[in-house]
Every structure is written in C-alpha cells, then in structure tokens.
C-alpha cells in the first residue's frame, strides 16, 4: 500500500482531458510538501512531467498541468494523444515516515 | 547533454551483496546530489536513498526497508555514484535506477539513468 493513493487506471479518447488524483495525508501532501509528477513510457526510465505541484520542466508540452489542494494533487492531460500512453506517478515527502514516497502508479489507456 | 548510465546489476543469491555504479557526465557531479529509485518487476517506484554534495555535507538518508544494509557512496574524481547493497533479500529484484534531486527543481528527480536488472534469487 502506497502513502499516495493514485488510481490504478485512467482512459480516454484521443483529444479528450483526463486528470490523475493523487491522495495523502498530513503528513505528506497536506504538511506543504512539494508534489512532482513522472510519466513512464513501456520500457523506459521514468522522465520528470512536473515539479512543484504545478511547474513544467523546460520541453513538456503545456498540455500537462498540476495542480494541489489540501492532502491531494492532481494532474491534467488535455488534447490527450495516442504517445501519452504510460503510467504516472506522483511524489512527494513524509515526514512521518522522514522518507520520499511514489504514488503506486496510474496506467493511462488512450483509447 | 546530461547522461547518467548504471552497471553492475545482475543475479545473486540471497544473503550476497552487490555494488553498483552509476557513471555521470554532462553536468557538474560534484555539485549534485544524487539519489537511487527501484523498481520491483511489474510495480511501482519506490525511492531507495540520497547523498548529498560533499560541498553541503555528503550525508546519506536511506528508506526503511534497505536502512542499515544498503550504502549510497560517490567518487567525484571519477563523477561516480555507488551503491552498495548487502544481505540481499528477494524482495529487493528490481531495476534501480540513478537519479539527479534537482535542487533548482524543488528537490524533483530530474535526470533518470536507464537502470540496471538486479535479481535476486537462489
């Protein structure tokens, strides 16, 4: 079980808006820490999507977005394309456990 | 360009130990600290530990589950970061990847190595 809970999975249609929750606490999330998001593509390293709740590194379409509030953070995929089809994870810190921690993973089927 | 490349992986039984590396180049290694995330076939990621710069105190965290027998070290006169993993258990079979904390990037892991495949299993 992971400190952030994300959906298992997500779909939709090309063109389409998705969005990937993801849930902690407290001690995480809620405490301030900063939320950072990976895409990973079938067979490849993880590539940093967002950093900072809602910032995009240099290179990443703005057809990502991020967004925060309270314990859970979001992220947004608009124009959804077939070469978005990857998992996603999220990231942040807990101060509970004084350890970064992932999200579990969110499989995104463009359909 | 920024390329950071692991070796070392491989299988071993359990109970062995392993030493991996991580060869950086394209940015300033020294300056940088570095981190290592696996992950178990067919799951999620899972973070593993971090060193900091030498300049900022060279110290190491580790996550609970490999804390006290795994070793995160780095060579800067060789741009090289370590991982010395001991008492090998099953559950550590992952690829571990080496990762560059960003620290201009709100500590988000900015550059991914490939990874290296380590199995273990008797």
């Known amino acids: 079980q992971s400190v952030l809970t994300q959906p298992p999975s997500v779909s939709g249609a090309p063109g389409q808006r998705v969005t990937i929750s993801c849930t902690g606490s407290s001690s995480n999330i809620g405490a301030g820490y900063d939320v950072h998001w990976y895409q990973q593509l079938p067979g490849t390293a993880p590539k940093l999507l967002i950093y900072?709740?809602?910032n995009r590194p240099s290179g990443v379409p703005d057809r990502f977005s991020g967004s925060k509030s309270g314990t859970s953070a979001s992220l947004a995929i608009t124009g959804l394309q077939a070469e978005d089809e990857a998992d996603y994870y999220c990231q942040s810190y807990d101060n509970s456990l004084s350890s970064v921690v992932f999200g579990g993973g969110t499989k995104l089927t463009v359909l | 360009e920024v390329q950071l490349v692991e070796s070392g992986g491989g299988l071993v039984k359990p109970g062995g130990s392993l030493r991996l590396s991580c060869a950086a180049s394209?940015?300033?290694?020294?300056?940088?600290?570095m981190s290592w995330v696996r992950q178990a076939p067919g799951k999620g990621l899972e973070w593993v530990g971090r060193?900091?710069?030498?300049?900022?105190?060279?110290?190491?965290d580790y996550a609970a589950p490999v804390k006290g027998r795994f070793t995160i070290s780095r060579d800067d006169s060789k741009n090289t970061l370590y991982l010395q993993m001991n008492s090998l258990k099953t559950e550590d079979t992952a690829v571990y990847y080496c990762?560059?904390?960003?620290?201009?990037?709100?500590?988000?892991?900015?550059?991914w190595g490939q990874g290296t495949m380590v199995t273990v299993s008797s």
């Open positions: 394209g940015f300033s290694f020294s300056n940088a600290w």
């Open positions: 060193i900091k710069s030498k300049t900022d105190g060279g110290t190491t």
């Open positions: 990762t560059i904390l960003n620290l201009r990037l709100r500590d988000a892991f900015d550059i």
């Open positions: 900072g709740h809602s």
